[in-house]
């Protein structure tokens, strides 16, 4: 009996399946790429809408009033 015949599908499929696991693995590294830098631009919106609040908070003059808000509650809680 010739075992090449069977060697040949086997390589095969062998080789099929390396080569998607490898096309899955680029698509991966390629999602994550895009998501850190998705998280990133995120990060500075946030950051920059945070800014934006409290130029506003300044600017309608409750800025203090909020902050001694916030020292009271922490105050409360540590009693």
Same mark, same amino acid.
């Given at each position: ?34 998501? /850190? ?8 919106? +946030? %950051? &920059?809408?945070? #800014? /934006? ?8 003059? +409750? %800025? &203090?009033?909020? #902050? ?12």
């Amino acid at each position: 009996m010739d075992t090449r015949g069977r060697e040949a599908p086997g390589a095969a499929l062998r080789s099929a399946a390396e080569n998607l696991l490898q096309e899955l693995q680029e698509h991966f590294q390629a999602l994550t790429a895009t998501l /850190n830098l998705r998280m990133e631009e995120m990060g500075s919106r +946030i %950051e &920059d809408l945070q #800014k /934006n609040v409290n130029d506003l908070m300044v600017q309608a003059g +409750i %800025e &203090d009033s909020i #902050k001694e808000q916030m020292v009271e509650l922490e105050v409360s809680k540590a009693v």
